[in-house]
Nanobody, 115 residues
Framework: QVQLEESGGGLVQPGESPRLDCVAG????????MAWYRQTPGNQRELVAK???????DYSESVKGRCTISIKHAKNTVVLQMNDLKPDDTTVYYC?????????WGQGTQVTVFS
């Protein structure tokens, strides 16, 4: 019922400010939370940033001050504006959304910051 389409990944140079977009499609009454996660070296997924339905945000310490997340309720879209990326930010980023207790994941988009 819900599909997440991610865009904005790719090859970037250090210091660039790419933007990751995630659009939730399908039947959606109201998204409670949307977020971006990323894969760790241990093949886990760690939170990058999330935004709740009331607009409150939460950021991981690794990206705090370098990222801004926002949600567009009318378009069921979450936007992650990243700034001052470094090589350590290179990994796969995943969009996440919760919809009335159900969780959905995007397929992931690769972000590579070359040095």
């Amino acid at each position: 019922q819900v599909q997440l389409e991610e865009s904005g990944g790719g090859l970037v140079q250090p210091g660039e400010s790419p933007r990751l977009d995630c659009v939730a499609g399908g039947y959606i009454f109201k998204i409670q939370t949307m977020a971006w996660y990323r894969q760790t070296p241990g093949n886990q997924r760690e939170l990058v940033a999330k935004v709740a339905e009331d607009g409150t945000t939460d950021y991981s310490e690794s990206v705090k001050g370098r990222c801004t997340i926002s949600i567009k309720h009318a378009k069921n879209t979450v936007v992650l504006q990243m700034n001052d990326l470094k090589p350590d930010d290179t990994t796969v980023y995943y969009c996440f959304a919760s919809h009335y207790g159900l969780e959905y994941w995007g397929q992931g988009t690769q972000v590579t910051v070359f040095s």
